[in-house]
């Protein structure tokens, strides 16, 4: 009697139910918030000085830090006299591509003085993943890393580093990003190439003017420490490399893969690599550094961008050893390395590869010359899959899907191409006229997928990086040549291949994902080399709603912008 008499006192019952409410509450769950302000200011490289895009000032931007399990509040408010949207890469935005970003496809962009909150919750995800502009050639200075943290308690299934690092792989230009653009689409040729590449902004002093724009990090004799590399380039995959030290691979895009030792790590635009490295070498200073991977035969801006790690105690006098990279145009060491990327696959962190495949796509990538009146040549080369080049809508995609709004887009996005041929023969530069459209794939709820991307020879081959927004998915298989359905899908590896967010097409060559659709909305997918992505190298699924209470897309928010 007594105790029933305690309980309905009204402030004991209210403690015991907050009580209660906080041993159900996940323990290590919190918001974290950050404000983005979008503003341009002057910056110097390579004897140059110009005004660019940032965010808080900051070249590369801000790193976000989270945990697993935490969620995300992040207001951009835009100061520059460009729009501007966030794309947050690699996060899967759960039923909320409201808060994915690239511009047109999931949003409006944000205008000059207004502000949006992107707000997102981060499950069953950890490691390194980076953040972008999602609009024009913005994200040529506006990036940053993410890291997040696994849920407290969980270590690292590798050793536990000493220190952690990002290196945050970039491009300068000496000119204005987005007029060097204007000037290529007034040709209908591709822009300038970059001026240098850079290690968290900074080219090294390889470099004029560049010994102050160096990047260095200082490390103890015996220690082991974890670097976080992440791709922002826009336009080169990228080998890497430290002088005179291994790196262990130990995740990528965020995700946990079987380790192995390497001496250089390719990595492409959208991708990133976390490695150990040990502090085992003579003290003394040790360059990292960046240079392009490029097998077909086209120009890229060839230079080597370097940082030091440097041994404590050991004075800036000594000069620093450079690694040896792979050569730009190293096939062998790009496919070897590849392959040699796995799934951790274990009982903790399994590969759930989908063995059944409800839906088969197979996409050629292909370049092309359309008409352009307003082009100096009065032609244009544009980049299509299956022949279509993608035109770019007026309002969010994902508002037209949503709110049933007609006109926007069509849902017949063909699952292969017009015609077969032999699509990695001999260059065919005949007939390269393209089809122009907003033409998205409608998958349904929860179907498995297999998409086979098929580089061609149309002008030339060359590799692609491909970036799904809104998944992770497994490469289940890769080859050079044409895709060949009938022997090929037997030598799959449908039991640990690497799961990620972007993956490199090779340079005439294949790729196969698979992955299951069960997060509806519209997701984008685009080569990630922006040249590409500008000539129309993109397409996005619509994945449909499924029937249970939590399959179906969340409705906007209220400070969704405008168009």
């Known amino acids: 009697m007594a105790v029933g ?30 404000q983005f302000d979008v503003q341009v200011k002057n910056v110097s490289r390579l004897c140059h ?14 790193t976000i830090y989270a945990r ?23 996060l899967k935005q759960f039923r909320n591509g409201w808060a994915d970003g690239p511009a047109y496809i999931t949003q409006c962009p944000i205008q000059n003085g207004h502000s949006y909150t992107y707000d997102f919750n981060v499950t069953g995800q950890r490691g390194t993943l980076w953040w972008h502009a999602h609009i024009f050639w913005l994200r040529a200075t506006v990036y940053g890393a993410i890291v997040i943290m696994p849920k407290q308690g969980t270590p690292f299934p590798f050793p536990q580093p ?27 040729l591709p822009p300038n190439t970059s001026d240098a590449h850079t290690i968290n902004g900074k080219p090294g002093p390889l470099f004029p003017c560049s010994e102050k724009h160096t990047f260095a990090m200082e490390v103890e004799q015996g220690k082991t420490y974890l670097l976080r590399i992440i791709n922002a380039a826009l336009n080169d995959e990228l080998f890497f490399a430290v002088a005179g030290h291994n790196m262990t691979v130990v995740e990528i895009d965020a995700v946990y893969t079987k380790p192995f030792t390497t001496q250089a790590i390719l990595i492409a635009p959208g991708q990133t690599t976390n490695v150990l490295v040990q502090a085992n070498q003579a003290p003394g200073r040790y360059f990292m550094a960046a240079r392009p991977f490029m097998d077909a035969p086209l120009t890229v801006d060839n230079k080597t961008a370097t940082a030091i790690l440097q041994y404590k105690g050991i004075p800036n006098t000594v000069l620093p050893i450079l690694p040896k990279l792979p050569l730009p145009n190293d096939t062998a060491f790009a496919l070897s390395y590849n392959a ?11 590969a759930n590869v989908p063995l059944k495949v409800d839906r088969r796509l197979f996409y050629t990538i292909g370049l092309g010359i359309n008409p352009c009146p307003t082009c100096l040549n009065g032609t ?22 949503y709110f049933n709004i007609k006109g926007v887009y069509t849902a017949d996005f063909p699952d292969r191409p017009p015609q077969p041929f032999n699509y990695t023969g001999a260059p065919l530069t005949a ?10 794939s409608k998958i349904a709820f929860n179907s498995t997928v297999e998409l086979v991307l098929q580089d061609t020879n ?22 050079i040549g044409n895709f060949d359905p009938a022997k090929d899908p037997a030598k799959f590896n449908l039991v640990d291949p690497p799961e990620r967010n972007t993956v490199g097409v090779p340079t005439g060559g294949w790729t196969a994902i698979r992955f299951r659709a069960d997060n509806p909305g519209v997701w984008f997918m685009h080569c990630h080399l922006e040249l590409h992505t500008g000539w129309g190298l993109k397409t996005a699924f619509v994945v449909e709603n499924g029937k249970g209470p939590d399959q179906s897309i969340l409705p906007p928010p209220k400070d969704l912008p405008p168009c």
């Open 5 to 34: 008499k305690i309980l309905s006192s009204g402030p004991i019952l209210l403690f015991l139910l907050y009580l209660v409410a906080l041993v159900s509450l996940p323990a290590d769950a919190a918001v974290k918030r950050y």
């Open 49 to 62: 000085a110009k005004p660019i895009v940032t965010v808080n000032g900051m070249f590369p931007g801000p």
């Open 458 to 479: 149309l002008l030339t081959v060359e590799s692609h990086p491909f970036h799904l927004h809104g998944y992770n998915f497994f490469v289940v298989g890769t080859g």
């Open 162 to 188: 000493y220190r952690e690092t990002d290196i945050v792989l970039g491009e300068w230009w000496n000119n204005d990003v987005e007029e060097v653009v204007k000037q290529g689409n007034k040709l209908g």
């Open 68 to 90: 697993d399990g935490d969620r995300v509040v992040i207001n951009v408010t835009n100061y520059a006299q460009y729009n501007m949207s966030i794309h947050w890469h690699g």
């Open 380 to 401: 244009r080369l544009s980049a299509s899959l299956n022949n279509i080049t993608f035109v770019m809508p007026h309002i969010g995609l994902l508002q037209a899907h």
């Open 340 to 350: 040699k990327l796995r799934s951790l696959n274990s009982p903790l962190y399994p």
């Open 431 to 440: 007939n390269l006229g393209t089809t122009l459209g907003t033409r998205l």
